[in-house]
């Protein structure tokens, strides 16, 4: 995939944060991208920022209202954005959320909605589009979190999907290298976004930015086939320097 120009991607939870930064940064590319939120009004809303960016050439931007955690959705979700923009070149499973509490005061819905998103979520994404990244040779990017290998008091949930969306993404990578497709898990560290209920500000700065992640995308496709970066680990430079 080093020619990006008329490649097609998908991005769940593509409407703000880390999933919208990936999308702007495609969009500038050429590459023509279908992004997911759960609401139709954040995906409006998403496509019209989206949409006042930089595009270059004729790169479609294309918004769905998918649910991860429901195979049916993301089985729709896939076959639209194949139908509108043509095959599907690249999948960056983005989607995720997190609740953090001492495993004692962990509700069950809590443990389930992290799980079904962040891990089930990932699986359902790319089981939809195997076909169609086998049949192109695309790349399919995961992102995990550096929780996904270092654990921590208050973080069972999200410790548990993060270490299972790494550990699924490099068992899949072995699965499907052989159809000559490619698969990366991204571990970013503390991000300026939305995360938690969290408003990206000013006193962020330090923390990786939402384009950070997107240059990292356009450069992991830009490389040579031969090589993969199969895992990549990402933390900011100068933790906390705000302080």
């Known amino acids: ?84 923009l043509g095959p599907v070149d690249l999948v960056i499973a983005n989607a995720g959320l997190g609740h953090f509490a001492p495993i004692h005061e962990l509700s069950l819905n809590k443990w389930h909605e992290t799980i079904d998103t962040n891990l089930t979520g990932v699986f359902y994404t790319l089981k939809v589009f195997a076909e169609s990244l086998m049949g192109h040779q695309g790349y399919f990017i995961s992102i995990s979190s550096l929780a996904g290998t270092n654990f921590f008091a208050g973080g069972a949930a999200y410790n ?36 938690n209920n969290h408003t990206p500000s000013d006193a962020d700065h330090w923390k990786i930015q939402k384009e950070d992640l997107g240059q990292i995308v356009i450069q992991l496709i830009s490389m040579h086939p031969r090589s993969l970066p199969s895992k990549i680990e990402l933390r900011p430079t100068t933790p906390n320097s705000a302080k």
């Open 1 to 84: 995939m080093i020619h990006l120009k008329q490649k097609n991607a998908f991005v769940t939870g593509g409407t703000k944060g880390i999933g919208l930064g990936i999308a702007q940064a495609l969009l500038k590319e050429g590459v023509s991208v279908a992004i997911t939120g759960r609401t139709e009004s954040s995906v409006e809303q998403a496509t019209k920022i989206l949409a006042q960016g930089t595009i270059q050439d004729d790169a479609q931007i294309l918004g769905l209202v998918a649910d991860v955690r429901d195979y049916s959705s993301m089985a729709d979700a896939a076959q639209k954005a194949i139908e509108t």
């Open 160 to 195: 548990a999907s993060k270490f299972g969306v790494t550990g699924f993404t490099q068992a899949a990578m072995l699965d499907l290298r052989s159809f000559g497709v490619k698969m990366t898990t991204i571990m970013p560290g503390s991000v300026a976004t939305y995360f």
